[in-house]
């Protein structure tokens, strides 16, 4: 939906998130998709993971060690916690239906279908995203259920981060962060060292432990609060800065930069017609 516009506002672009920017979301669902296929290799290969108790225990542990590295990658532990109710909704339809001695291809086939599901989601969910430019603001819109909105007025926009992986650089998208006075769009990565050393002897016994935590802040928002995934990127970057830097202008040097357009159109214009 378009938004409601100011008084001489207007629309100038209207974008949504590249294909292949969503790459980390779409791993969510490929990797459990492929521990789903493997196990039906794995049960028919191995006798003793062929056994019940021994069968769902790996799946259980596969999809848990996927969901801990998805979480800490992510930094979002609803991930790990969304795998385990999988988890538990599989282990809930085999006793309700005594599925138990059919494991070796129920549970496969139910991760393959469920995970295909997470395939059509996470497209619905890069499909929800708009990031509307205007002349006054930026506005960026994310979500399924819940939809989450950001309206930024360019004044007050400090800084703009860039950002493009090597697949953003070969098909021109990337990710466009702005950065507000009050550090919104900013976030703290961690680092923390520690160190002890112990030494025992007849005389002397010593024990000793230092640390240290330094933070460093980094451009980082959600994707609906960021314009992620964005193309052309390097367009969409120079004329978000033009915008910012126009927005900056006192009153009467704006007025001189709309009066220095229109002297550039009208001579353009001249320049047609004799043409």
Known sequence: MKPKLFENEKILHIL?????SFMEYHALWFVPFVWGVSLLWIYSKFSILGKLYAGIALWIAGLAIIGIVASLLLI???IFIAYMAIAAMALLIMWKFNAW???KIFLPAY???????GALLTEAYRRSHHYIITNFRLITR???LKIK???LRYEKISDLSGEQGLLGRIFGFGNITPITPSGFGLGEDESFAGGGAETKGKRLGFFGFAGGGKEVSIPR???YH?????????????LLEELIHESSLIPYQKEQVELSRKMVDLLEKKKDDET
């Open 142 to 144: 994310g979500g399924i």
């Open 16 to 20: 949504t998130p590249h294909p292949l």
């Open 111 to 117: 991760t393959i279908l469920i995970f295909i599901f």
């Open 226 to 238: 960021e314009l992620h995934g964005v193309h052309p990127y390097r367009e969409m970057k120079d």
């Open 76 to 78: 979002r532990w609803r």
């Open 149 to 151: 909105e950001r309206s």
């Open 101 to 103: 001695k059919d494991f």
């Open 221 to 223: 928002a959600r994707s």
